[in-house]
């Protein structure tokens, strides 16, 4: 069979559908996995007759490969990746490359890039989204790290890569050490706040309006066409219509308690890091905290009065002040995930394209939708656009919606329905558009407690003044406007 091109370490789900997806690209993929049984048996099932290896140890993988060697991990992560690291690292010779395939923190990547470099190796974090569907099939790539390795990979990652409708692959380089998997976390942030959004639309529908899973299961088809096409969107709609063999709806079964892998939280700290309001995602992850807290809720469902009035108003326009809603909520939640990605590229200095980027979530990934189309279009047209809310279409998009965005907002509180996600964008949306917000009084608070100085409006920005409130404080102030 001759050389390798390519090894990946680790045949859970997602490393072994990638591996299936590259040897059917043509490529030789020696493979290798902690457990020997799940080697043998990948290589006896699924991958027989194919352009596959399999490997019992790390030094048969090793040898296996083309030079320079390249090895994709695709393992949990956290310290099962630096283990790996530390293993193949005396097994590898100066310029053979090691890409981490897993959700690793970006943070991690940054580390392990400059100790792998060091060693005279070459490290890229490849971020990796589409699920099971997507590994096999052609996932979204988001490459980072050694910027001399991309022309090594390039080919063998775009090729495996999807595609979007006019064969544009969803892979290109972003930029250096944790460039790629900081932009898969914020897709993964990005994706927290969608289903959130598209929860709290199926809420209002059920719980509001009183709507069976069916008519739902309409509603998410007919939306499913327009401004809201998406996989998301689309999966939404599969699952309402979905029934077991009991003609039970699957959907109905399922306890309301979400999990989260943490990409999410770390989403909303680095947004935190850098700064930026990130709070509709913010909230995302919350809702996913408190929907943990069963037994709480469900005392307190007994135990904590709600407004105990019903919807009373016309339905079907209800539901398109929803599917309005829904899509400016959406707006805000990419705004903000690009203003962050815009945030960290300035702070690491990877210059990022978001244009770029756009188009890497156009196929293959989780929140692949025609929405990314109108981003990709905003990013060209100005590539410093600081916020994506200031494009003339998506301004007229939230324009066009606000109305029907404050009548929703309203019903729910009405009748008691929480709408975290959607009710913080319309906040975020005010507040941006705000141009004298009450943080002066903050500033004044601040001042007045803990001398910490302020700015004024009838001088130059950066110049601070403090003053004595209470007439015992003197001149002396904290010296730090941010503390």
Not at 93 to 108: E, F, L
Not at 150 to 163: F, H, K
Not at 361 to 367: F, H, M, T
Request: aromatic share 8%; hydrophobic share 40%; proline share 4%.
């Amino acid at each position: 069979m001759g050389k390798a091109d390519i090894a990946v370490i680790g045949l859970a789900v997602m490393g072994e559908n990638l591996v299936l997806n590259l040897a059917g690209k043509g490529f030789t993929v020696a493979v290798h996995n902690r457990t020997p049984q799940r080697t043998e048996a990948f290589i006896e099932g699924r991958a027989r007759g194919q352009s596959i290896i399999g490997c019992q140890t790390l030094a048969e993988l090793v040898t296996a490969l083309s030079v320079p060697r390249k090895v994709l991990l695709m393992v949990k992560a956290g310290p099962p990746v630096d283990a790996l690291i530390e293993q193949l690292l005396p097994l590898l010779a100066a310029g053979d490359i090691i890409m981490d395939g897993g959700n690793s923190y970006y943070g991690d990547t940054m580390r392990r890039a400059a100790e792998v470099e060091s060693r005279g190796l070459r490290y890229l974090g490849v971020g990796i989204s589409g699920g099971e569907e997507g590994a096999l099939h052609g996932p979204s790539i988001m490459p980072g790290g050694s910027s001399s390795a991309w022309p090594e990979v390039r080919d063998l990652l775009r090729r495996a890569a999807a595609r979007t409708e006019d064969g544009e692959p969803c892979c290109d380089w972003l930029g250096g050490d944790g460039a790629g998997h900081f932009v898969k976390m914020v897709h993964n942030g990005i994706e927290y706040g969608d289903m959130q959004l598209i929860g709290e639309a199926y809420q209002l529908m059920k719980q509001g309006l009183g709507l069976d899973n069916q008519v739902m299961h309409e509603v998410f088809a007919d939306w499913n066409t327009g401004e809201l096409d998406s996989y998301l969107i689309e999966i939404t709609r599969d699952i309402l219509a979905y029934r077991d063999g009991d003609g039970q709806a699957v959907v109905d079964l399922i306890e309301d308690c979400a999990g989260q892998k943490g990409t999410g939280r770390w989403t909303v700290s680095a947004a935190l890091d850098c700064g930026q309001p990130l709070t509709l995602i913010g909230e995302a992850v919350f809702a996913r905290c408190l929907s943990a807290l069963k037994d709480e809720r469900v005392d307190a469902a007994d135990s904590l009065a709600g407004p105990g009035t019903t919807f009373d108003g016309d339905r079907e326009q209800f539901i398109d002040d929803l599917r309005q809603t829904l899509y400016a909520a959406k707006i805000i939640s990419y705004a903000q995930g690009f203003a962050l990605l815009r945030a960290a590229s300035q702070e690491y200095g990877w210059q990022l394209d978001f244009g770029d980027v756009a188009l890497l979530w156009r196929a293959g990934c989780i929140i692949r939708s025609v929405f990314l189309a109108r981003i990709k279009d905003a990013y060209q047209r100005r590539p410093q656009l600081a916020n994506l809310m200031l494009d003339p279409f998506f301004a007229a998009a939230l324009g066009d919606a606000q109305d029907a965005w404050r009548r929703v907002s309203c019903t729910a509180i009405r009748l008691g329905i929480a709408l975290p996600a959607m009710t913080s964008a319309l906040s975020y949306y005010d507040g941006y558009r705000c141009p004298r917000s009450p943080a002066n009084l903050l500033q004044a608070q601040r001042d007045y407690f803990g001398a910490h100085t302020y700015e004024r409006v009838d001088r130059p920005r950066g110049e601070y003044f403090h003053t004595d409130w209470t007439g015992r404080g003197g001149s002396t102030t904290a010296g730090s406007y941010g503390s």
